[in-house]
């Protein structure tokens, strides 16, 4: 790909995962909202100093302007992923994606025997967990409240103090855990 073309997908992604319009772009980088549209659309092969003003008015490093786009669609088998897990191995934690300067979240798999137990330190201050049950039953106690949750429901806490999970059925826990990280 053409660094015209990187620049292009870089600045409209950014541009659109902080809903700003052309205006408020070219108000906050002081460019013109007519070179913004050009360079958006690989039309124009835009200066250093003028890369370097968009970089500083979206607050992001000069280069993730210039670096090639990661594969919009990709596919991860959980066969091909290395499990973290606790002391015992009864709790297992794939992770499938990880959170990165482009990605506020991470996406995992967890797994917890029968009868078992994990205790979770938090995750930092402001996130959020969301876990979705898709076997077994999870009891989750954070913020001194116990909560049970079933096979095909979800819930979502603030996951920055400790709090931990339990296998309450007699089968093996498996969750869809997403730990949301707002900008």
């Known amino acids: 790909m053409e660094i015209n073309q990187i620049i292009a997908t870089n600045l409209k992604n950014l541009r659109l995962e902080r809903n700003l319009s052309l205006g408020q772009l070219a108000n906050l980088c002081d460019v013109s909202k007519v070179m913004l549209s050009q360079i958006e659309k ?3 092969n835009p200066t250093i100093n003028t890369i370097w003003k968009i970089a500083n008015g979206l607050k992001v490093p000069y280069s993730s302007l210039l ?12 066969a091909q992923l290395t499990p973290q897990v606790d002391d015992q191995d009864h709790y297992r934690i ?3 994606y990880p ?8 996406l995992f798999q967890i797994e917890l025997d029968s009868n078992h137990r994990h205790e979770s330190a938090g ?3 402001n996130t959020q967990e969301f876990i979705m049950v898709i076997e077994g039953e999870l009891t989750l106690e954070v913020a001194n409240q116990i909560h049970t949750i079933k096979k095909d429901e979800a819930i979502n806490f603030d996951a920055a103090n ?3 999970y339990k296998a309450s059925s007699i089968e093996m826990v498996k969750a869809v855990l997403i730990n949301f990280y707002p900008a």
């Open 123 to 125: 995750h930092g201050e």
């Open 94 to 96: 794939y992770c499938f």
């Open 67 to 78: 670096e090639q786009p990661a594969q919009q669609t990709s596919i991860v088998q959980k």
């Open 162 to 164: 400790a709090h931990s």
């Open 42 to 44: 690989g039309d124009s």
């Open 99 to 106: 959170n990165t300067p482009h990605r506020n979240f991470e």
